[in-house]
């Protein structure tokens, strides 16, 4: 079973729009991480936070988390047609071991 | 430099035969994953390798999924007598140690597996 719940299931936008996904999960996390898939390069490591960290920015991203509400976003600015991709909201359970527990995705189409 | 690789990419399969899968991690990497991703979902954990130990397999769906590292550096996941149900496609992943969880997992390409 899947933990994180991503929202919305896919995002249309044009380029140049900022694009915003939310996460929720279920059980205490040590620390969440996004990653990216497309066809082209396949699943590519975006950024982790730890469950310590309440906002990280990377490059044009920025991911926050709320440790209370169990839920963190990813926001994507100026988006470009390169963005395309599905985004997966990626939680380490402090349980887990090293067993990553990812969500269903957000599928993210940039028009150019 | 090179990343994780997988072989065959793509691997048509009679229902009942059996399929093995390969994966090259990044050299020098201790930690080994191999994860299930079904069409329109997210990849889900099968099994864990540190160097040559199998850690964790509590994600493989039956005991038709066997994986192996025997030496530590390629791992091989092999499924006996397929179902159609296993049609999904295969990623490996790889990263540096693994002992807390902290670290990026890199991912190879996949293997496609369709299962007729």
Redesign the interface.
């Known amino acids: 079973s899947q933990q994180g719940e991503e929202d919305p299931q896919a995002l249309s936008i044009q380029e140049g729009e900022n694009a915003t996904m939310n996460c929720s999960y279920k059980t205490s996390i040590n620390n969440l991480q996004w990653y990216r898939q497309n066809s082209g390069r396949g699943l590519v490591h975006l950024i982790l936070i730890r469950s310590n960290e309440r906002e990280k920015h990377s490059g044009r991203l920025r991911v926050t988390l709320d440790t209370s509400k169990k839920s963190s976003s990813l926001l994507i600015t100026a988006s470009r047609a390169a963005d395309t991709a599905s985004y997966f909201c990626v939680t380490l359970p402090k349980a887990a071991g090293n067993k990553l527990t990812f969500g269903g995705g957000t599928r993210v189409l940039v028009k150019p | 430099g090179a990343g994780v690789s997988q072989s065959p990419r793509y691997k048509v399969a009679k229902r009942g035969q059996d399929v093995a899968l390969r994966c090259d991690p990044i050299s020098g990497h201790v930690?080994l994953?191999w994860?299930q991703q079904a069409l329109?979902?997210?990849?889900?954990?099968l099994t864990?390798f540190q160097n040559e130990a199998q850690?964790?397999k509590?994600?493989l769906p039956s005991d038709r999924f066997f994986a192996e590292r025997p030496e530590g550096s390629v791992s091989t996941l092999k499924i006996q007598r397929t179902q159609q149900e296993d049609s999904a496609v295969y990623?490996c992943?790889s990263s540096l140690m693994?002992m807390?969880?902290?670290e990026?997992?890199?991912?190879?390409?996949?293997t496609r597996l369709l299962v007729l």
């Open positions: 930690s994953f994860y329109g979902q997210g990849p889900e954990f864990y850690l964790d509590s994600g990623l992943a693994g807390t969880g902290q990026t997992q890199y991912f190879g390409p996949g």
